[in-house]
């Protein structure tokens, strides 16, 4: 099996800054793109794309957070982070990592953890 685990969540100020750590474990034997995605509380939305980042290094990010999030990973490590600068209200949400991996002897797969809370609020 392979397990996603995020961190670095908390209640932020707006305007301030916050960092995300996600960390992909068990049973892998490659691993290709990592992404972020957040989800705003209430009935209606969707979990939209935040960052995305491959392999070799390529990212691509939201409209809403360019210039002010930046996405990073380690493959030696199977880690990533997300940089968030400039923090405002509308990006409180619950944060995600995806982790696109093999499994060894297996196939293919998107693996998604639990998710991480960040209130952004005064």
């Known amino acids: 099996q392979v397990h996603v685990v995020e961190s670095g969540g908390g209640l932020v100020q707006p305007g301030k800054s916050l960092r995300l750590s996600c960390a992909a474990s068990?049973?892998?034997?490659?691993?290709?793109?990592m992404e972020w995605y957040r989800q705003a509380p209430g009935p209606g939305n969707l979990r939209e794309l935040v960052?995305?980042?491959?392999?070799?290094?390529?990212?691509n990010y939201g409209a809403s957070v360019k210039g002010r999030f930046t996405i990073s990973r380690d493959n030696a490590k199977n880690t990533m982070m997300l940089q968030m600068n400039s923090l405002q209200p509308e990006g409180t949400a619950v944060y995600y990592c995806?982790?696109?991996?093999?499994?060894?002897?297996?196939?293919?797969?998107?693996?998604w953890g639990q998710g991480t809370q960040v209130p952004v609020s005064s």
């Open positions: 995806m982790a696109e991996a093999k499994e060894i002897e297996g196939p293919w797969g998107d693996y």
């Open positions: 068990g049973s892998i034997e490659a691993m290709s793109a």
């Open positions: 960052a995305g980042i491959t392999r070799g290094g390529s990212t």
